[in-house]
């Protein structure tokens, strides 16, 4: 199982930026996939997650009302739009995927992971 993630990069703060992550080796289709993040210094934390329904969708506090999350079962991908970046969004993000039902907001609750793209964000 492996989880590419892509989209990552260096933007100015207000700006926009979509990340993807692609499924491969399995489907998740019935299952959680999400993004979590990582500050240099500090804990891995949870950004936002949804199931197979659009229900089950949960957010992180700090970004609810600027990023959206998204799936396309067709293609086992799990996408993270993200709006009005901040300098504070700086981050490496990390898609992740758990056989469970509905999204946990704990990094211990995401089975498999992939390898992190780095979302810069400057003021």
């Known amino acids: 199982v492996q989880l590419q993630a892509s989209g990552g990069g260096l933007v100015q703060a207000g700006d926009s930026l979509r990340l993807s992550c692609a499924a491969t080796g399995r489907t998740f289709n019935g299952a959680v996939m999400g993004w979590l993040r990582q500050s240099p210094g500090k804990e891995r934390e949870f950004v936002a997650g949804r199931g197979w329904s659009s229900s089950s969708t949960i957010y992180a506090e700090s970004v609810a009302g600027r990023f959206t999350i998204s799936r396309d079962f067709a293609k086992s991908t799990v996408y993270l739009q993200m709006y009005n970046l901040k300098p504070e969004d700086t981050a490496v993000y990390y898609c992740?995927?758990?056989?469970?039902?509905?999204?946990?907001?704990?990094?211990?609750?995401?089975?498999?992971w992939g390898q992190g793209t780095q979302v810069t964000v400057s003021s």
């Open positions: 992740a995927a758990d056989p469970r039902v509905r999204p946990g907001r704990a990094p211990n609750e995401y089975e498999y």
